[in-house]
């Protein structure tokens, strides 16, 4: 009978390693599907202000490089003659409700002369603030001379 109490009790010892073996296993597994999925997210946002960023850039290549010119392609960006935001829903949809956006793109265009410079920046405005994303660009504009 002593024999097989020690038995019984060798195998509830290794019952209980082996739950915890696979305990601490599932939760190293947990971990890292939580991390997939908070860098898959992250890679998004990423790819949704590089996508946005680089289209208001191709706007103002694409035009005469003026603020009006870029702001035609965007009726619900807010600003004044140099510096304008448009904002974006969590779908990262352009929005006129400031108070639903959650990101924002800060656009600024500088003339010098005959070079317009862009300056975009694509911003998290809800729960933080933080930069996603920003772009440079320039365009030289020739001016023709009639006679």
């Keep these: 009978m002593n024999k097989a ?5 060798l195998v509830l010892m290794e019952l209980i390693i082996t739950i915890l073996f696979f305990s601490l296993a599932s939760a190293v597994c947990v971990q890292l599907f939580v ?3 908070l860098t898959s997210n992250e890679t998004k946002k990423l790819n ?5 960023t680089q289209s208001i850039a ?3 290549n694409g035009t005469d490089g003026s603020l009006t010119s870029v702001q035609n392609h965007y009726p619900n960006a ?3 003659d140099d510096y304008f935001v448009i904002y974006y829903d969590e779908n990262f949809k352009e929005t006129d409700d400031y108070e ?3 990101y924002a793109a800060d656009v600024t265009i500088n003339a010098t002369g005959n070079l317009y410079s862009l300056n975009v920046d694509f911003l998290q405005i809800k729960d933080y603030y933080d930069i996603i994303y920003s772009i ?3 365009k030289y504009i020739r001016k023709t001379y009639n006679n």
């Excluded at 109490?5 to 009790?9: A, D, G, P």
């Excluded at 949704?48 to 946005?52: G, K, R, T, V, W």
């Design 35 to 37: 991390r997939a999925h």
């Design 58 to 60: 191709e706007v103002m």
């Design 136 to 138: 440079n660009t320039s």
């Design 78 to 80: 807010v600003g004044d």
């Design 100 to 102: 639903n956006a959650r």
């Design 48 to 52: 949704e202000a590089i996508n946005i």
């Design 5 to 9: 109490k020690s038995r019984t009790s």
